[in-house]
């Protein structure tokens, strides 16, 4: 079974930070461009972050840039997201998406719930 599970979200008190992973099955991480995008009730989704298939370069909303890290690990099938400085903005679902042979397709996680609040 093909499946992409994201883990690490709750709830943070702005300024705090999380660690969100993404870990892959039943497919290889390391061939495919991996992104986290965020979705929050009533808005459209939007891209967060962006990283090569082999890691070798980044790309950051810039709503983020200077706060969140992505980064892959693909000998073990994992792509994580460092969250700092988190802002009650950040609040949303996050969801990891192994890129495929268009932007949108491939393979999403069902993604993680990451709450800002004091």
């Known amino acids: 079974q093909v499946q992409l599970v994201e883990s690490g979200g709750g709830l943070v008190q702005p300024g705090g930070s999380l660690r969100l992973s993404c870990a892959a099955s039943?497919?290889?991480?390391?061939?495919?461009?991996m992104t986290w995008y965020r979705q929050a009730p009533g808005k459209e989704r939007e891209l967060v972050a962006v990283?090569?298939?082999?890691?070798?370069?980044?790309n950051y909303a810039e709503s983020v840039k200077g706060r969140f890290t992505i980064s892959r690990d693909n000998a073990k099938n994992t792509v994580y997201l460092q969250m700092n400085s988190l802002k009650p903005e950040d609040t949303a679902v996050y969801l990891c998406?192994?890129?495929?042979?268009?932007?949108?397709?491939?393979?999403w996680g069902q993604g993680t719930q990451v709450t800002v609040s004091s």
């Open positions: 039943g497919f290889t991480l390391s061939n495919h461009a």
């Open positions: 998406h192994a890129v495929g042979s268009s932007w949108l397709n491939g393979y």
């Open positions: 990283i090569s298939s082999a890691g070798a370069s980044t």
